[in-house]
């Protein structure tokens, strides 16, 4: 975890929720903190890359049938 600037912020997990980031922290070894996170650093790569496919998938539909048939081939979909 970077040394950049925090700020503390409460809120509300349900039970489960917390047992279950509690007992991931426990068996990585890192904080509830540190956890949370790369959670987030994870949702926000997730939603980068779909927007950068549908931005390549809706220049491959200006662009030449060779294109389109690449970029299907080259990309794969990314999960939910």
Request: with cysteine; proline share 6%.
């Amino acid at each position: 975890m970077s040394h950049k600037s925090t700020r503390l912020v409460q809120l509300r997990l349900p039970e489960a929720s917390d047992a279950h980031l509690s007992a991931l922290a426990r068996e990585l070894g890192k904080t509830k903190t540190q956890i949370v996170i790369e959670a987030l650093d994870c949702l926000r790569r997730q939603r980068l890359e779909r927007q950068m496919e549908a931005g390549y998938r809706e220049l491959a539909d200006a662009q030449a049938p060779i294109v389109r048939v690449g970029l299907t081939a080259g990309l794969p979909p990314v999960p939910d």
